[in-house]
């Protein structure tokens, strides 16, 4: 699977809802960004696939909130 403009574009919509916007200051989200870019930049294999796996985490985290969320509403 390749990684397109679209996955790249939902990996930055789910960091933005769990961050409250790309611009946070709390440090807890610049820690996870920071481990994200390390991630992308030097972990194992192509960037690509680097993306690939930091997308589909995002997306099960996303779900899980949002199980989580409606079930305390």
Same mark, same amino acid.
């Given at each position: ?6 996955? =790249?574009?939902? /990996?930055?919509?789910? +960091? !933005?809802?769990? *961050?409250?916007?790309?611009? *946070?200051?709390? !440090? ?9 870019? !390390?991630? +992308? =930049? *030097?972990?194992?294999?192509? @960037?690509?696939? @680097?993306?690939? /796996?930091?997308?589909?985490? +995002?997306? +099960?985290? $996303? !779900?899980?909130?949002? $199980?989580?969320? *409606?079930? @305390?509403?």
């Amino acid at each position: 699977m390749k990684m397109s403009d679209d996955h =790249e574009r939902q /990996i930055q919509e789910i +960091l !933005a809802r769990f *961050s409250d916007g790309p611009e *946070s200051t709390d !440090a807890k989200v610049q820690q996870v960004k920071d481990t994200l870019e !390390a991630f +992308l =930049e *030097s972990g194992p294999g192509t @960037r690509e696939e @680097r993306q690939l /796996i930091v997308l589909d985490k +995002l997306l +099960l985290i $996303d !779900a899980s909130f949002n $199980d989580f969320r *409606s079930k @305390r509403n």
